[in-house]
């Protein structure tokens, strides 16, 4: 088993993705390597946001991030009066026995705010 995990995603603004990652969704910033930023996410995880190199393209198309969470709703209230455009309210989804929503991040990766509803989920560490 590892020790970590990150997930990096390129962004075409550095300042605009460290924002909403940041401000927006409240993850404290674990390391500042310039061009790329990590903010931890969990005990072990991490997202970072790291500026495409110029000639490169954002290609946010077949990712999503999900953030785990059991105070799903508490989530989606405190990103809406922020101004984040959500795509449908929190659901419960039966096929994978999950409750969630999603959004956008500037760059246009979906991520996924949810709780497993399985009891078989590991808790938390």
């Known amino acids: 088993m590892f020790d970590q ?3 990096f995603l390129y962004t075409a603004d550095l300042t605009r993705s460290a ?7 409240g993850l404290p910033l674990a ?3 310039g061009a790329c930023q990590i903010f931890r996410t969990s005990r072990d995880g991490f997202i970072g946001v790291c500026q495409c190199a110029e000639g ?8 999503i991030v999900t953030l785990v969470s059991a105070d799903v709703d508490g989530w989606y209230e405190r990103l809406t009066a922020q101004g984040v455009t959500i795509e449908a309210p929190p ?4 096929k994978f026995n999950i409750y969630q929503f999603f959004l956008r991040d500037p760059d246009g990766y979906q991520l996924e705010i949810q709780r497993f509803q399985d009891p078989d989920w590991p808790a938390p560490a």
């Open 56 to 63: 490169t393209n954002v290609r946010p198309d077949g990712i």
């Open 91 to 94: 659901s419960e989804n039966e």
């Open 31 to 33: 390391l500042d390597q």
């Open 5 to 7: 995990q990150v997930t």
């Open 19 to 25: 924002a909403f990652y940041g401000e927006t969704l």
